[in-house]
């Protein structure tokens, strides 16, 4: 049984670009959970999805990031015209249901170069 | 908003030596405080967590802490190995049925053989 999955695992954007980042959920969850981590900080709440609906997204920045969990394939984060202060880590997280103790992937590495 | 402060940042002890780590939280509504591990390059693992009606959990050599009135809990590492060594966070959630978490910046912890 496949964890968390996401991919890209590391990634490099130039200013002005877009970046897509892809996480699979494990097998049989149906809620996922996108958190952003800066160098020496603790993991940052952004978004909660469901299948299909934003369920709470009061931690995503208001312009140019959005998040989308469709029914059939992976839960995307889009960012669109990505600026320096974008790089970071992007952590992705599943559960059965909403509960609590859901498990992280290994996330991906956003370099703004 | 909830605001969790974790101490100390780094921590050294000797392999077989206690470690202790520290946390507060501010929002008198939360009632889960879940730990995470984090090892380079990987994404936070949960090793342990405890809800607001239980003061005290153990799980082999990890046990967490809970008091309520004082608003901090702590986790207590017995027995430290070298494999014991990462960067931990501990959390706690906003409480109001909300599924986020708001996380500590995370305590470096370094087991010396």
């Known amino acids: 049984n496949a964890g968390v999955m996401q991919n890209p695992r590391h990634l490099v954007r130039r200013r002005g670009q877009e970046a897509r980042l892809r996480c699979s959920p494990m097998?049989?969850?149906?809620?996922v959970y996108w958190y952003r981590q800066l160098p020496e900080e603790g993991l940052k709440f952004m978004v909660y999805?469901?299948?299909?609906?934003?369920?709470?997204e009061s931690g995503m920045p208001k312009e140019r990031f959005s998040a989308e969990f469709p029914k059939e394939g992976p839960s995307i984060l889009r960012i669109q015209q990505v600026v320096r202060g974008d790089s970071a880590a992007y952590f992705c997280?599943?559960?059965?249901?909403?509960?609590?103790?859901?498990?992280f992937g290994s996330g991906t590495r956003l370099t703004v170069v | 908003g909830e605001n969790v402060e974790q101490h100390p940042s780094t921590l050294s002890v000797q392999e077989g030596d206690s470690a202790v780590i520290k946390c507060t939280y501010s929002d008198s509504a939360s009632n889960y405080f879940p730990w995470y591990k984090q090892e380079l390059g990987k994404g936070p693992q949960l090793i342990i967590d405890i809800r607001s009606n239980v003061g005290e959990k153990k799980d082999q050599r990890i046990a967490v802490t809970l008091n309520k009135t004082a608003k901090h809990f702590s986790l207590h590492i017995t027995e430290t190995q070298p494999e014991d060594s990462a960067v931990y966070f501990c959390?706690?959630?906003?409480?109001?049925?909300?599924?986020?978490?708001?996380f500590g910046k995370g305590t470096k912890l370094s087991v010396i053989p």
């Open positions: 999805l469901q299948k299909e609906n934003i369920i709470d």
């Open positions: 959390a706690a959630d906003p409480g109001a049925g909300s599924y986020q978490l708001t």
């Open positions: 997280a599943s559960s059965p249901g909403a509960v609590y103790g859901y498990t």
């Open positions: 097998k049989g969850h149906s809620h």
